[in-house]
């Protein structure tokens, strides 16, 4: 219910938003804005009134210009020479008689309101004007100022003079009746005195003296004497002093006298008691329309919060979920992209609307006021649900989940992921962002090509790039979809393979356990037969070599997966080799192999787990005692290498057997040097030193020269800080 409350409220607002703004529209737009009626409280005190004045004494002179020109003895005369022109080298004077003829021959007449206008009956064609009428106009006697500057200087036809001296006349009418027929609310006295006394007025109330008029409501008076103007007008014209000394009728200096009064009562029908009541009017609905525009601005905004704060919410207030409709799983770029389209459309039906309802009614005043209002309803009553639809998404949690953009990174993240096996991530991004990113800026510059041109070939170009691009996504995403599927089913493989070994060698632990328990009890028994001593020999020795490969192989599993504990530290390199060749010095002798190590006169700090740095080095160890040939040399050296920031601890022997297989191989499960197997070992030594290795991100490198065996353990050097520290006593 609430929610029906705030849409009802939110519909019957904006319909009187509507109704202010007409009111504050549907008015003529020359009489100011809706502010300035409520600021100033009556007609004469706005500035509507004082442009007005304004313009009547800027009329003032016009009208003593015009009534000069156009009168002889206060009434308009004909006959006088309005203007001259050489016509075929001879000089020829038009009366304004003559050019108001001529004018009229044309089509020219004058309408209810006094103005100039064309279309009427003609026996003279505008074509024929200027090609048979051509003249040179050397004197005009409303520009009587002009200066002929050149031989073809005022060259026009007669048509053009006749129409440009009756747009003169236009005028000399519209002054007339403003201050002469009759008078109205304006009155106005100008004098001008010569120095020879000669007297010259211009007025349109002679029974009004200059005190009279100066005792009107508003006033302004100046003269020659005083450049000051008295007034009590807000403002007056700026050239005013320039006008009255310009207008002088008589040749070098006179004096005048100005007077100008407004009768603020307004008696008489003229333009300012109209514009009076039109002010009174427009004042009272200019208020009413704010008064309703703030009200429904305010409604407006107000039910629409109401209706963004319970969307999605149900009636019941313990009901904390927020309800989805049908329209809310649509992702919000298309419900963006179906708000443009409608705006589009109701921009597009909106003027058609219109000129069918003109057709019926006719035409329509204000259709621009019209259009926008239909058009912004229209748009209106779809934004409203599609952005509602939106916030309810958003209190849901599902704005950007269910939106495209989460989507489209979601496959590309996917595709990425998947890329990666077989190239880097900035070159999967490259791959796959570039050409799309192209892709799309060449169909959008040939579908605004289309638009633009209308070309066809242009949108055929763009329909089929987008094809080949969604076909060339769509194959890399199938490969890419189908190697991660491989490569997962392969890691799963392994990881059953890891888990199988480790559960199986656990399962293996405890019945080896109770044999090795079991002959180690029976050899401290005083067993007498030889041959049962040595068959405990070889029990002992095969259940050894079975516990020994058990461990190898769940160690083996561990590091190969990864799961593994990496415990950094800063470690000196020499000592920790030193200790080991420490421990296996009895097995080197039992080898008959002499030790030749090298290395550097001061410590080597590496960045390594020493625990797995122990068993890697005891690894590649065990190595040379089982597989180096006897009574030789083993070479033991470290190594820096500070431009790679790297430490080397390589160890070199000579094999006993040949060396028939390749270094990959040697690092390979259950592989060993002598393939046969004849000797002992597990095959997994190489292998778990490698993991381990690669574990602490360094690196095992296998070397094989003919008979020569060469393994090199490299390793991240330790800090800076820790090298220094190291070679402090």
């Given at each position: 219910m609430k929610k029906i409350i705030a849409a009802s409220i939110n519909l019957f607002s904006i319909l009187l938003l509507f109704v202010s703004i007409s009111i504050l529209t549907l008015r003529d737009a020359d009489t100011g804005s809706a502010l300035m009626y409520i600021q100033a409280p009556d007609y004469v005190s706005s500035a509507y009134f004082e442009n007005q004045a304004k313009q009547s004494i800027t009329d003032i002179f016009d009208y003593i210009t015009l009534t000069s020109i156009f009168e002889k003895d206060g009434k308009l005369n004909l006959n006088q020479v309005f203007a001259q022109a050489n016509v075929d080298s001879s000089s020829v004077s038009y009366s304004l008689e003559y050019l108001i003829q001529y004018a009229r021959s044309m089509g020219y007449y004058f309408n209810n309101d006094n103005?100039?206008?064309?279309?009427?009956?003609?026996?003279?064609?505008?074509?024929?004007?200027?090609?048979?009428?051509?003249?040179?106009?050397?004197?005009?006697?409303?520009?009587?100022?002009?200066?002929?500057?050149?031989?073809?200087?005022?060259?026009?036809?007669?048509?053009?003079?006749?129409?440009?001296?009756?747009?003169?006349?236009?005028?000399?009418?519209?002054?007339?009746?403003?201050?002469?027929?009759?008078?109205?609310?304006?009155?106005?006295?100008?004098?001008?005195?010569?120095?020879?006394?000669?007297?010259?007025?211009?007025?349109?109330?002679?029974?009004?003296?200059?005190?009279?008029?100066?005792?009107?409501?508003?006033?302004?008076?100046?003269d020659s004497r005083d450049l000051k103007i008295d007034t009590n007008m807000a403002s007056l014209p700026s050239d005013l002093v320039a006008l009255l000394q310009n207008r002088n009728p008589y040749d070098g200096d006179a004096n005048y006298h100005f007077s100008c009064g407004i009768d603020t009562t307004f008696p008489k029908k003229d333009f300012f008691q109209h514009s009076a009541k039109e002010y009174d009017s427009l004042r009272q609905s200019s208020i009413v329309g704010v008064i309703l525009l703030v009200l429904s601005i305010v409604s407006a905004l107000g039910s629409l919060i109401l209706l963004i704060i319970y969307t999605g919410h149900g009636n019941d207030r313990t009901d904390k979920k927020i309800h989805l409709y049908s329209m809310d799983h649509i992702p919000f770029e298309c419900l963006v992209a179906l708000f443009v389209l409608w705006s589009f459309i109701a921009g597009k039906v909106t003027p058609a609307f219109l000129d069918s309802v003109e057709r019926i009614?006719?035409?329509?005043?204000?259709?621009?006021?019209?259009?926008?209002?239909?058009?912004?309803?229209?748009?209106?009553?779809?934004?409203?649900?599609?952005?509602?639809?939106?916030?309810?998404?958003?209190?849901?949690?599902?704005?950007?989940?269910?939106?495209?953009?989460?989507?489209?990174?979601?496959?590309?993240?996917?595709?990425?992921?998947?890329?990666?096996?077989?190239?880097?991530?900035?070159?999967?991004?490259?791959?796959?962002?570039?050409?799309?990113?192209?892709?799309?800026?060449?169909?959008?510059?040939?579908?605004?090509?289309?638009?633009?041109?209308?070309?066809?070939?242009?949108?055929?170009?763009?329909?089929?790039?987008?094809?080949?691009?969604?076909?060339?996504?769509?194959?890399?995403?199938?490969?890419?979809?189908?190697?991660?599927?491989?490569?997962?089913?392969?890691?799963k493989s392994e990881r059953l393979k890891a888990d199988l070994i480790t559960n199986v060698?656990?399962?293996?632990?405890?019945?080896?356990?109770?044999?090795?328990?079991?002959?180690?009890?029976?050899k401290r028994e005083d067993i007498q037969n030889p041959r049962v001593k040595e068959y405990l020999s070889v029990l002992e020795q095969k259940s050894t070599r079975l516990k020994t490969l058990t461990e190898d192989l769940v160690e083996a599993s561990k590091a190969s997966s990864g799961n593994v504990t990496i415990d950094f530290a800063d470690i000196n390199y020499n000592e920790i080799v030193e200790q080991a060749l420490g421990e296996f010095e009895d097995k080197i002798s039992a080898a008959r192999l002499e030790i030749i190590p090298q290395f550097p006169d001061h410590p080597v700090m590496i960045r390594a787990d020493g625990r797995h740095l122990w068993r890697v080095i005891e690894n590649l160890l065990n190595n040379c005692?089982?597989?180096?040939?006897?009574?030789?040399?083993?070479?033991?050296?470290?190594?820096?290498?500070?431009?790679?920031?790297?430490?080397?601890?390589?160890?070199?022997?000579?094999?006993?057997?040949?060396?028939?297989?390749?270094?990959?191989?040697?690092?390979?499960?259950?592989?060993?040097g002598d393939v046969s197997r004849t000797t002992e070992g597990s095959g997994l030594?190489?292998?778990?030193?490698?993991?381990?290795?690669k574990l602490m991100e360094g690196q095992l490198v296998i070397e094989?020269?003919?008979?020569?065996?060469?393994?090199?353990?490299?390793?991240?050097?330790?800090?800076p800080e820790a090298q220094t520290a190291s070679k402090k006593p």
């Open positions: 103005e100039l206008v064309g279309g009427g009956p003609s026996t003279i064609s505008r074509q024929d004007d200027e090609l048979n009428h051509q003249i040179i106009v050397r004197y005009r006697a409303y520009m009587p100022d002009y200066v002929q500057t050149s031989p073809t200087d005022g060259m026009m036809s007669l048509g053009q003079l006749a129409q440009e001296a009756l747009e003169y006349l236009s005028r000399y009418y519209k002054i007339k009746n403003e201050f002469d027929n009759p008078p109205g609310n304006f009155h106005f006295r100008v004098t001008y005195v010569n120095p020879r006394g000669e007297t010259t007025t211009y007025t349109n109330s002679p029974s009004m003296s200059e005190s009279a008029i100066c005792e009107l409501g508003r006033y302004a008076y100046t009614l006719g035409e329509l005043t204000e259709y621009d006021f019209w259009r926008d209002c239909i058009s912004f309803s229209l748009k209106y009553l779809v934004f409203v649900p599609f952005m509602l639809s939106l916030i309810r998404t958003y209190k849901a949690d599902q704005l950007y989940k269910a939106s495209l953009l989460h989507k489209f990174i979601t496959i590309t993240r996917h595709y990425i992921l998947c890329a990666e096996r077989t190239a880097s991530r900035a070159f999967s991004y490259t791959l796959f962002i570039l050409p799309n990113v192209l892709a799309l800026c060449l169909i959008t510059v040939l579908f605004v090509h289309f638009f633009e041109a209308q070309s066809l070939n242009a949108f055929l170009s763009a329909i089929m790039i987008l094809l080949i691009i969604l076909a060339i996504d769509l194959y890399t995403w199938r490969i890419s979809t189908g190697l991660n599927e491989a490569v997962n089913e392969q890691v060698s656990h399962d293996l632990k405890t019945p080896l356990t109770s044999i090795i328990s079991y002959v180690d009890l029976m005692c089982k597989y180096a040939l006897r009574e030789s040399r083993v070479y033991v050296d470290i190594t820096e290498d500070r431009e790679n920031g790297t430490a080397v601890c390589t160890i070199k022997n000579i094999s006993s057997r040949p060396l028939n297989i390749s270094p990959e191989e040697l690092t390979e499960r259950f592989v060993r030594g190489l292998s778990i030193a490698q993991s381990l290795t094989i020269d003919g008979d020569l065996y060469k393994a090199s353990v490299v390793l991240h050097s330790a800090s």
